[in-house]
């Protein structure tokens, strides 16, 4: 059984995304942070399976748990491509637990992979925020940068070139011309 880290391991906090968990002290891998909890929805009850709102934690095909209770500080661990905890779901005990999946360090933001079908229906119209998608996106402008401006310099080379080689004209008659007429 895994350790469960102390109640103390962890805050909330100003994030990229809104608010954000961060750890307080460090965090071993495999340690369990903190538990995901609130009411028990079940789906087959229409008035639960209406409800709307961005915490809730779906255990399987019926059970959902509606994180949104003001003590379920586990509602604020935003989503990463990248995270260092994953959640432990345990639809029979119909509990889940967020456990650690790398050393986390004092000052860092815990997160984990929302899955796929929030981030098709959430993230994806807005933009992942996690570090690692928003260094991917530096990269690629830094890139889309460097590509322009070097099909800029290369447009000028050439708008130069043609111009240095395009003979000047003076009232119709080309200047500098070597056929043996007078130069206007």
């Known amino acids: 059984m ?6 103390k391991s962890y805050r909330v906090g100003r994030s990229k ?4 968990l961060f750890a307080t002290m460090p965090i071993k891998k495999g340690t369990r ?12 009850i229409p008035e639960q399976d209406d409800i709307e709102n961005k915490y809730l934690f779906e255990l399987n095909g019926r059970w ?9 500080l586990a509602r604020y661990i935003n989503h990463s491509c990248r995270p260092n905890a994953e959640s432990d779901v345990r639809p029979r005990e119909r509990k889940v637990f967020i456990r650690a999946i790398k050393n986390i360090e004092p000052g860092d933001e815990i997160n984990y ?13 807005i933009g992942c925020k996690c570090p690692s998608c928003e260094t991917k996106r530096k990269k690629l402008r830094a890139e889309a940068r460097a ?3 070097k099909v800029k310099a290369r447009t000028e080379r050439k708008a130069k ?3 240095a080689t395009k003979k000047k004209k003076l009232n119709g008659h080309a200047v500098g011309k ?3 007429r007078a130069r206007a």
Do not use: C, H, M, Q
């Not at 992979?113 to 119209?125: I, R």
């Open 147 to 149: 590509e322009r401006t």
């Open 17 to 20: 995304t809104g608010l954000g």
């Open 2 to 7: 895994p350790a469960i880290a102390s109640s």
């Open 113 to 125: 992979d929302y899955g796929t079908d929030y981030f098709k229906a959430y993230l994806k119209p």
């Open 33 to 44: 942070i903190i538990r995901y909890f609130g009411p028990i929805l079940d789906s087959r």
């Open 161 to 163: 070139k043609a111009g």
């Open 64 to 72: 959902t748990i509606d994180g949104s209770v003001r003590k379920n």
């Open 178 to 180: 070597k056929n043996g």
